[in-house]
Structures are given as C-alpha cells and as structure tokens.
C-alpha cells in the first residue's frame, strides 16, 4: 500500500519504491542493514535505514520517546536526493497507517495520529513532497471532522 500512495504521488523511481517495500523489514525482522545491502539497491537501503524506528532502551523507552527520536532525525535531514527519497516513504507509510485506522474505526491509533500529526509534518515538510503533505493534511481533517466529538468528550 505504501507503493500505491508513492505511486499515486508520482514517485516512480526504483529506489523509493524498492524503500517502500522493504520500509519495516529492519523494524520488524532479524535482518540486518548489512544483509539488505548485500541484496538490494544501495540508495533504497539507505531510505530504509533512516526510516527505522530506534530500538527500544534507556534512550527510547516509549512511543513518545520513539516519535520526539524520529522527528528529531527527520527535521534536521538535508533537502537532497537520498533524504527526500526516505522522507518520502515514511510519508506514505503515515498516509496509509492513517487512513487504515480511520477506515476501520480504530480510535485509538486516530488519535495517536492526530496527537502526533502537527509534529511530525513540522519535521517532514518539504517543498518537493507536498503532494504527500497534502494528502496527509486531508486525511488529518477527516480524522478531526471524524473524532471531534470524541475529542469533546475527551477534553470538553
């Protein structure tokens, strides 16, 4: 799905798409940086890597650790080809994780989402990815207009 939005947006290089596809496979395996060099192209090894979460420890001991950790890491990346490339799908992979949990009714995540969003696209803005901005910014109104109410009950 992460491919579909890159598509989408007009992202047609091999090494974003190839990044997009293995986007969590650091995260979420035993593979190594190492091991994916040996296999794929370098420049989308390269995206994975700077869109991998840090692991959990002494410096990063919860998501809002993770997220202060990541947005760091985002807002201080140049404007050049290999950044952009990684910021690329790591918007995609937020567009996709938001419009998966407001589709499905996942009220939890939205408003982890929604919490998280004004910092996020603070660290990801970037003139060249704004088609991916955009489409982020709308999906956030929709989840606003969506869980307004429950934000009222929440905080009103």
């Not at 993770?66 to 290999?82: Q, S, T």
Request: net charge negative.
């Amino acid at each position: 799905m992460v491919v579909e939005v890159l598509l989408d947006a007009g992202f047609v290089d091999a090494a974003t798409l190839q990044a997009a596809l293995l986007h969590d496979v650091l995260e979420d395996t035993q593979a190594s940086e190492h091991l994916l060099a040996e296999m794929f192209y370098r420049p989308a090894v390269d995206a994975v890597v700077v869109v991998t979460d840090p692991p959990k420890g002494p410096d990063c001991p919860n998501r809002k650790a993770k997220v202060a950790i990541m947005n760091r890491r985002f807002a201080g990346l140049p404007e050049d080809e290999k950044a952009l490339r990684a910021l690329a799908v790591k918007l995609a992979d937020r567009i996709v994780n938001q419009e998966f949990a407001l589709a499905n009714g996942e009220k939890r995540k939205a408003l982890m989402y929604l919490n998280e969003h004004p910092a996020f696209v603070a660290s990801v803005r970037r003139p060249s990815l704004q088609v991916l901005v955009s489409r982020l910014e709308r999906g956030y109104q929709e989840a606003l207009d969506t869980y307004r109410q429950v934000e009222v009950g929440l905080y009103g």
